[in-house]
């Protein structure tokens, strides 16, 4: 058999057993289908096994090697996916591969975060304590080549794909920095490569601990309870959700764990093809308790959204933000052949008061959902109507409904273009070149006028009214690049953080938390006396 042959059947069975998983679970449990529906499955298959046939045969252009894989990778089994829901997908094998590489927290490789920007890869930041920070690379460095290779028509996954290989082995970088006349050469040892979900964790006030948390791996509940343990005896927690798109439903339980009192409920996830289940706090947080206000925002979703919402629900936490993303669809990941997965929704999520978290999707362009086009209404019309521990009322339906609103600061079209072109990563390498950033550095009149120079040699049209009305955040925006170049990347997410509207007023509402956890606590003491008395 020819090797477009072998390539077009093992499309075909590939797609064939999507097909089948899909169809099983739509039907219910296995042993569950009628004979008519079996019989309309295997038409459909059929029909579409002809259709396939047709085009692979009589086509303009010959349907082979990666066409004949796109084909069924990002045609035939995406378009079934998509007509079920927003969420489903299909992983082919190099996005399964990163999945699995996302959800383990670690990768082999050197440490650094790189990019393309007109054709040419530049090192964004190098993570701290890794082989590329430890050998000096810096942002803004732009890759010339590895391991001799020239880098010129290389993709950033080329390039990164490249950089990582097993532990202790070698791969050589040369880099083009500004202000060198000769590239760079660096021998980096590969070595295991930590990607933590807490990017940043610090006091922020006296007593008052701050996390940020980026998505929900496999590390995720060890790295928050050791952020927690590292504040001491803290007064009052910032937890920091926005922009955090989920992950590992196991992990936001266990986060969970660790805050709420054992025995109160999670999460439920109701669906049709498995039981029921609810999770619920087994360990407990022992009476270790602290007013927490949570910061979320459109961006904050799925798994985050079970952590806000149970927080909420429980008057464990005061939600503060904006009404979060609305992805309540519980995916389950099915391992195929070829090293490729699908991830198919069997599940919804509600919150313990029974919201449901999901946004309707129904009838909606992707496009409109991702972008929240079909939003709910901000003042909770048409919102399903529950109730907290203490009687609180929360809305359901549509993602979770903060407590108190914060705004996101607003950017004007010449902010826009300044991130556009991403001006205060470019900035940074150009002003070291003849400054260095000491621990008392400030943003001052002589920095801003050679930031104005800079402006005008890139041919970005400025006036002073530009930018004198958002300079707060221009000097951060500064700041936290050289920081970053200087002193590494944890200092420049501090320096932005330090400055962030929305976690100063998060900070502000801690005793609004303080006087939810005290009612908690009051409802939690009440709830114990009546099982009491019921018991005598």
Request: charged residues 20%; hydrophobic residues 35%; contains cysteine.
């Amino acid at each position: 058999m020819n090797p477009r042959a072998r390539r077009a059947i093992f499309s075909l069975a590939l797609f064939f057993s999507v097909c089948a998983i899909v169809g099983t679970l739509l039907q219910g449990r296995v042993g569950a289908q009628s004979a008519a529906d079996e019989s309309q499955l295997r038409d459909s298959l059929k029909e579409f096994t002809n259709v396939y046939a047709l085009v692979e045969q009589n086509y303009a252009e010959p349907i082979k090697g990666d066409k004949a894989d796109t084909v069924i990778y990002d045609g035939a089994i995406p378009g079934m996916l998509r007509v079920l829901d927003p969420h489903s997908s299909f992983h082919d094998p190099k996005d399964y591969a990163k999945m699995q590489e996302d959800q383990r927290g670690h990768y082999y490789g050197v440490g650094m975060l790189i990019q393309q920007q007109q054709n040419k890869i530049y090192v964004r930041t190098p993570y701290e304590g890794t082989p590329s920070f430890r050998a000096g690379l810096k942002p803004g460095d732009i890759i010339a080549s590895v391991d001799g290779k020239s880098a010129d028509g290389m993709t950033s996954e080329m390039v990164a794909k490249a950089l990582k290989g097993p532990k202790g082995t070698h791969v050589a970088i040369t880099t083009i920095r500004e202000g060198q006349s000769k590239p760079l050469s660096f021998d980096l040892v590969r070595d295991e490569i930590p990607h933590p979900s807490v990017d940043l964790k610090y006091e922020i006030r006296p007593g008052v601990g701050y996390i940020h948390l980026t998505n929900f791996q496999q590390t995720t509940a060890k790295e928050v309870e050791e952020a927690v343990d590292s504040f001491g005896d803290l007064k009052g927690l910032v937890f920091d959700l926005r922009g955090n798109p989920g992950g590992l439903l196991s992990q936001a339980v266990e986060v969970c764990d660790h805050l709420l009192a054992k025995g109160q409920n999670i999460v439920s996830q109701r669906g049709r093809a498995y039981p029921d289940q609810v999770y619920t706090a087994t360990h407990g947080n022992g009476g270790h308790t602290f007013p927490i206000v949570v910061i979320v925002n459109r961006n904050t979703a799925s798994a985050a959204e079970i952590v806000s919402g149970a927080l909420q629900d429980h008057d464990r936490a005061l939600i503060v933000g904006e009404t979060t993303f609305g992805k309540g669809l519980v995916q389950t990941v099915y391992n195929l052949s070829e090293n490729t997965g699908l991830a198919l929704t069997t599940y919804h999520y509600y919150t313990p008061s029974g919201r449901l978290i999901q946004r309707d999707y129904r009838g909606v362009s992707l496009y409109d959902y991702y972008n929240h086009a079909n939003a709910l209404p901000a003042d909770n019309t048409n919102k399903e109507v529950k109730l907290t521990d203490s009687g609180r009322t929360v809305y359901g339906g549509g993602g979770i409904t903060p407590d108190e609103k914060i705004e996101p600061p607003k950017s004007n079209p010449f902010m826009d273009t300044l991130l556009y072109r991403d001006v205060f990563f470019h900035f940074a390498p150009h002003y070291l070149v003849n400054h260095t950033v000491g621990p008392d550095f400030k943003v001052d009149d002589a920095v801003i006028s050679d930031f104005k120079q800079f402006l005008t040699s890139e041919n970005i049209p400025w006036t002073n009214e530009d930018l004198t009305g958002p300079m707060d955040w221009i000097k951060t925006n500064i700041k936290a690049e050289l920081e970053t170049s200087q002193s590494g990347q944890l200092q420049g997410l501090r320096v932005r953080a330090d400055w962030d509207p929305m976690i100063q007023k998060a900070v502000s509402y801690l005793p609004e938390a303080q006087a939810l956890e005290d009612n908690a606590h009051k409802v939690l003491a009440q709830k114990a006396e009546a099982r009491s008395g019921a018991t005598n």
